[in-house]
């Protein structure tokens, strides 16, 4: 497969306290990377590094292109979404409002409402609550309407941190299945970061394993779920 993220030698650091040392990953144009480890481990910290949102070393290419200098809003705009922990939607706005700030720095005004219309399809319940308040909102229909309004950027490469947190087992289903039809019919390449280990090596193709800001094991999901040292450390059996 095409690469369509490269990271070589990545470090950050939050001040002086260095949290990634030397890591290097790719994501497949196309596919789907999972990162797992435990708290502390660098995740949250590696996809704000994409992201420009900390300080960092190191060499990131999207496309070929080096973008570890550019700013936030440039690297929005290049097509990758972030869905951060806590979600972060507008608690103030409305459902339909924050799903149009997605697209604000889209170029084709004209496809938005056909996007809108594609959102409320994957997502029915945001459909029924589109004028409501965002801060009303379960804290499932909270993380529909995080990835939603990601989508609505129409990303080339779509990062998500966490998604499964706090919510009810059947609601993490429903919404990891959207993912895997978000990435087969519309080839949205994911970095997923999150803590429930199989459920995340059932979405990805490729794992990489984290440990104090290190790439410590990399390889395919089937690889990596048959670890019998990851299994026990990680997996829970």
């Known amino acids: 497969m095409v690469a369509l993220l490269e990271v070589s030698g990545l470090e950050a650091a ?13 994501i497949a144009e196309g596919g789907i990377t999972t990162m797992l480890g435990a ?3 660098g995740k ?3 996809l704000r590094s ?4 900390v300080r960092t070393w190191g060499e990131i290419r999207f496309e070929g292109t080096r973008i570890d200098n550019r700013s936030t809003e440039e690297i929005v705009r290049l097509g990758i979404a972030h869905v951060p ?9 409305t459902v339909d409002e924050n799903l149009r700030l997605g697209a604000y720095v889209r170029k084709d005004r004209k496809a938005v ?5 594609r959102m409320y399809t994957y997502f029915p319940r945001l459909k029924d609550r589109r004028y409501q308040q965002a801060g009303t909102l379960s804290g499932g229909e909270q993380q529909m309407l995080a990835l939603s309004r990601a989508l ?24 990891f299945a959207i993912m895997r039809t978000i990435n087969q019919q519309e080839r949205v390449s994911m970095l997923l970061v999150e803590q429930n280990a199989n459920l995340a090596l059932e979405l990805a193709d490729q794992a990489y394993l984290l440990e104090t800001g290190r790439v ?19 997996l829970g059996y």
């Open 14 to 26: 939050y001040g002086a306290t260095k949290v990634l040392h030397n890591i290097s990953f790719t």
């Open 85 to 93: 922990d806590g979600r972060g939607t507008f608690l103030e706005l």
């Open 152 to 175: 609505m950027l129409r990303p080339k490469l779509l990062l998500m941190d966490e998604p499964s947190f706090g919510l009810a087992p059947l609601v993490v289903r429903d919404i």
């Open 39 to 41: 708290n502390g481990a």
């Open 113 to 117: 409402p056909g996007d809108l219309d």
């Open 44 to 46: 949250t910290t590696t």
């Open 50 to 53: 994409l992201c420009s949102m």
């Open 216 to 234: 410590v094991m990399s390889g395919t999901s089937e690889e990596i779920r048959n670890d019998e040292q990851i299994r026990r450390s990680y």
